[in-house]
């Protein structure tokens, strides 16, 4: 069809013309320019400059006006304005209207959980991809080397639009900075300018390339081996550092960033064997030659747990130093040799980082044990590439290519409960005063069965052998023997795996006595067990221990904890077992006991029946165990200073009478 003759056709070229050179400027413009260009305030930032911005928010279902979720989005940006790198980021964002973070762009959260997740009372944040920011000086300014914005995106609860969710603070989370309090930008930005501390010091100079191995109470470090193109060999090495912590059948698991998966490993093994994730999602769309009968495991977050010692010598599995013991690692204080586990896995990768130098190690990494503490871990931290002695046995040193390191420390998190508990008794008093009520937690709608908030009731000595559903007809019988006060329903058990009764065996002038008995009632075995238990004052007295191997340990510079474990052929404690005859009888935990002998020559001045024979703080396996909120009572010493009252009255009103 011909052009109307109405159209120049000049002016038709140069349209057409200048809407191609739009086009092809348009993507090469997006694709260089930062997201967005740093707030003005940034100028006068001699440090490292923060923000946080809300961008915009909508109201979410269900409706309900006591606690009304929001959506909001925010930048969280971080620019290196300081005249050196600043490795490995970390920034804390004090979230308070129980936020609940979605997704964030650019960063991973610092204590290993993965997204979403809930924040509401603060998080810090780790960068991820770019973990260390340059300066402009290196880099002419290069926004996209020396600046990260991280775009959040998340749940908040009450804050109505207009109205802004901003947190309380934002702060450096790195070593040697001082942030002073964040100032507002209008009324949906708060900014801050932290600068290095001149009293800080460190031994890291700035030339260093890798920052220096962290210390911590447990440590995993994450090496590279050897590389190709399209996957690399990592050996994982799980380190304890702490005297009193341990793991027992660990599981580890962390996430893959960019589509990764474990083709093959040895000394340990996935607790899910599974390729379909790879067979049905990019993987498989890449890797159209490869068997994904032999992948062990294609899970974005994968389980990892440990080989039994039958394996340890298995040419497919094992010959790995260190491996295959049952996913258990003492403290070095039992044995070093026994303190750290490690195992390999061939790691595939997936494009565009089909490049041997090309190496992400996971993120948000977690380690569990079954009836140990609880521990938080970093995110992976780029140090010095581990050395080797040669497996050849020449005298020389094999460096990996690459080396991460992950520390990992014991927390308490917020309304945990314990896993042990703690009985207190003593040779003055007839009764026991058992472990709290659900110590290690209670079942729910309890109403009806038990009380969840009643103190615990006094028990004689021998129904601390009984599991505590058998309890009730030898407490009841005790209570009206001492006329103690037994409320209706009767208090809820302790519910823990393990119990711990310390008796104050003996009191005299220079020395005394305890014995401590540790009962099993969980459905396994502990082999290689310990124990620990803190005295504030009486512990530069102890002697010796008499089944148990037991010695004084130091600890953060303070003598006054006295670890314990068993002697050969007693240091396994079996598990609850059913009595002699299961229709009738109960079932019966595994024991250990020892007594405990102290002297006083050098603790003249402890007050053995008050409190200083009884521990402030008691441990099984690395777990913190409940005490008791009471001690008990030295009745026969109020009985006696009653005898004597009666006494010297009985004389006054004779001698009154013969006046």
Excluded at 523 to 531: S, T
Excluded at 539 to 566: C, H, R, W
């Amino acid at each position: 069809m011909a052009l109307s003759k109405s159209y120049n056709p000049f002016f038709i070229f140069i349209f057409i013309f200048s809407l191609s050179l739009l086009l092809t400027l348009l993507p090469f413009s997006s694709s260089q320019a930062v997201d967005t260009a740093p707030s003005p305030a940034a100028d006068s930032c001699n440090g490292i400059y923060l923000s946080y911005a809300y961008s915009s928010g909508t109201k979410l279902k269900p409706t309900d006006p006591k606690h009304q979720p929001y959506r909001f989005e925010s930048v969280l940006t971080v620019l290196n304005n300081g005249d050196e790198k600043l490795q490995s980021w970390k920034v804390f964002v004090g979230f308070k209207n129980d936020e609940y973070l979605v997704s964030a762009s650019n960063a991973v959260l610092a204590d290993g959980t993965s997204l979403p997740a809930n924040v509401g009372n603060g998080t810090v944040f780790a960068g991820y991809p770019m973990a260390d920011l340059k300066t402009a000086i290196e880099t002419a300014g290069d926004l996209n080397q020396i600046q990260v914005q991280v775009k959040l995106l998340g749940t908040q609860f009450g804050v109505k639009p207009p109205n802004v969710p901003l947190p309380d603070t934002i702060q450096l989370a790195n070593d040697g900075f001082i942030c002073p309090k964040p100032s507002m930008q209008g009324k949906s930005e708060m900014q801050v300018c932290c600068t290095k501390d001149p009293k800080f010091k460190t031994n890291v100079t700035v030339d260093d390339e890798f920052l220096p191995r962290q210390s911590g109470d447990l440590t995993i470090m994450y090496d590279v081996t050897r590389t190709y193109d399209s996957n690399y060999w990592a050996q994982v090495t799980i380190s304890n550092h702490n005297p009193l912590g341990r793991l027992d059948n660990w599981k580890l698991s962390f996430d893959w960033m960019r589509d990764e998966f474990i083709y093959t490993m040895k000394g340990a093994y996935p607790y899910v064997v599974d390729s379909s994730d790879c067979l049905f999602g990019p993987q498989g769309q890449y890797y159209r030659a490869l068997d994904f009968g032999n992948v062990l495991n294609c899970e974005r977050r994968p389980t990892i747990i440990d080989l039994p010692p039958t394996k340890a010598n298995d040419t497919t599995l094992g010959l790995i130093p260190n491996c295959c013991r049952n996913g258990t690692i003492l403290p070095s204080t039992m044995d070093p040799s026994k303190s750290s586990s490690v195992f390999q896995m061939q790691v595939f990768k997936m494009p565009p980082d089909l490049n041997r130098s090309e190496l992400s190690p996971p993120q948000n990494w977690k380690i569990n044990g079954t009836l140990n503490p609880d521990y938080i871990c970093g995110p992976p931290v780029r140090v010095s590439p581990s050395q080797f002695p040669d497996p050849g046995g020449l005298p020389s040193n094999m460096t990996v290519v690459a080396s991460w390191q992950v520390v990992c420390n014991i927390t308490q998190p917020k309304n945990s409960k314990p896993k042990c508990c703690v009985s207190f008794s003593a040779y003055f008093n007839e009764s026991v005063i058992p472990c709290p009520t659900c110590a290690c937690g209670c079942p729910r709608n309890t109403d009806n069965t038990c009380r969840a908030n009643a103190p615990a009731i006094l028990v004689p000595p021998e129904a601390l052998l009984v599991p505590f559903e058998n309890r009730t007809a030898i407490t009841k019988a005790w209570a009206d023997l001492k006329h103690l006060t037994v409320p209706n329903p009767m208090p809820c058990g302790d519910n823990c795996g393990v119990s711990i009764n310390w008796h104050l065996s003996s009191d005299f002038s220079r020395g005394w006595s305890a014995r401590i008995t540790i009962f099993n009632w969980d459905e396994f075995a502990f082999p290689d067990w310990f124990a620990a238990v803190q005295l504030d004052k009486a512990t530069p007295g102890f002697e010796k221990m008499y089944s148990f191997n037991g010695s004084a340990l130091e600890l953060d510079g303070v003598n006054n904890t006295i670890f314990m474990q068993g002697l050969p052929g007693l240091n396994y404690i079996v598990a609850e077992t059913d009595g002699v005859n299961p229709e009738k009888d109960p079932r019966v935990p595994g024991k250990q006991q020892t007594v405990i002998s102290f002297t006083k020559k050098t603790t003249p001045s402890v007050n053995i029946a008050a409190r200083d024979g009884f521990p402030s703080k008691v441990f099984f396996n690395g777990e913190e165990c409940a005490l008791p909120s009471v001690l008990p009572t030295n009745n026969s010493h109020r009985k006696g200073l009653t005898t004597v009252i009666s006494i010297f009255l009985a004389v006054l009103v004779f001698m009154l009478v013969q006046q």
